[in-house]
T-cell receptor, first 112, second 114 residues
Framework: DQQVKQNSPSLSVQEGRISILNCDYT??????FLWYKKYPAEGPTFLIS?????DKNEDGRFTVFLNKSAKHLSLHIVPSQPGDSAVYFC???????????FGPGTRLSVLP | KAGVTQTPRYLIKTRGQQVTLSCSPI?????VSWYQQTPGQGLQFLFE???????NKGNFPGRFSGRQFSNSRSEMNVSTLELGDSALYLC?????????????FGPGTRLLVL
C-alpha cells in the first residue's frame, strides 16, 4: 500500500505558465515533507521542504503548500522553464526527517 | 565540496550472483541511506547507517544488507540476485540523519540482473 501517492504520472505545461504537482499521503504521522527533482541518469536533487507546523514555504520560483487535514501537498513552479523538465518526487517522513517514503514521481515537461 | 559518489555506475549480473555497491558520502556526513528505484515505482528505503551501525531498515528481504566503515563510506550487498532486483540503487548522505536534515543523493548505480 503506497503511503505517498502522486496520481499524475506526467504533466505538460507551456513555458512561462504555472506548474502544479500534487502529492497525497495516507500516514497522519508524517511531519516533514520534501520535493526532489530528478534528471535522467542523475540522483535526485533537493528542491524544497516543509514541516507540518507550516502550510506554505517559498523559495524563489518554487512554493510548496501543505494541507494537513486533506493529507495533501502541492508544488507550484512559477514561471515554468524548459530546464524544469524532470521527474519530481515528493517524500514524507515521520520523526521529522528520518526514513523518507517517496512517491512514484511525476514527469514534468515544460514546452518552449 | 565533492558530492556523494557511487561506484560502479553500471553493473550487469546474472540471477543467483551477488553484488556489492559502494557509496562515499559528502565529507563530514555521517549518515548514509540506501534506496531502490524501479521503473514505475518511487524510491523505496532500504536502510540507513550512522556511525557504522544500521539505525533504520526498510521492508526488504535479508538478501539486502549493508555496512558502514569508520570513514562513513558505505557498501550495500545483495545476495542471490533475482530478476526483480534490477533497479537504480541510490545512496544519500546527511550530516547526522536527524531532525529536518536534507539528504543529498549520489548519481546511483544501475543494476541489471539477467
Amino acid at each position: 500500500d503506497q503511503q505517498v501517492k502522486q496520481n499524475s504520472p506526467s504533466l505538460s505545461v507551456q513555458e512561462g505558465r504555472i506548474s502544479i504537482l500534487n502529492c497525497d499521503y495516507t500516514n497522519s504521522m508524517f511531519d516533514y515533507f520534501l520535493w526532489y527533482k530528478k534528471y535522467p541518469a542523475e540522483g535526485p536533487t533537493f528542491l524544497i521542504s516543509i514541516s507540518s507546523i507550516k502550510d506554505k514555504n517559498e523559495d524563489g520560483r518554487f512554493t510548496v503548500f501543505l494541507n494537513k487535514s486533506a493529507k495533501h501537498l502541492s508544488l507550484h513552479i512559477v514561471p515554468s522553464q524548459p530546464g524544469d523538465s524532470a521527474v519530481y518526487f515528493c517524500a514524507a517522513s515521520e520523526n521529522y526527517g528520518q526514513n523518507f517514503v517517496f512517491g512514484p514521481g511525476t514527469r514534468l515537461s515544460v514546452l518552449p | 565540496k565533492a558530492g556523494v559518489t557511487q561506484t560502479p555506475r553500471y553493473l550487469i549480473k546474472t540471477r543467483g550472483q551477488q553484488v556489492t555497491l559502494s557509496c562515499s558520502p559528502i565529507s563530514g556526513h555521517r549518515s548514509v541511506s540506501w534506496y531502490q528505484q524501479t521503473p514505475g515505482q518511487g524510491l523505496q528505503f532500504l536502510f540507513e547507517y550512522f556511525s557504522e551501525t544500521q539505525r533504520n531498515k526498510g521492508n526488504f528481504p535479508g538478501r539486502f544488507s549493508g555496512r558502514q566503515f569508520s570513514n562513513s563510506r558505505s557498501e550495500m550487498n545483495v545476495s542471490t540476485l533475482e530478476l526483480g532486483d534490477s533497479a537504480l540503487y541510490l545512496c544519500a548522505s546527511s550530516l547526522m540523519g536527524g531532525t529536518g536534515e536534507t539528504q543529498y543523493f549520489g548519481p546511483g548505480t544501475r543494476l541489471l540482473v539477467l
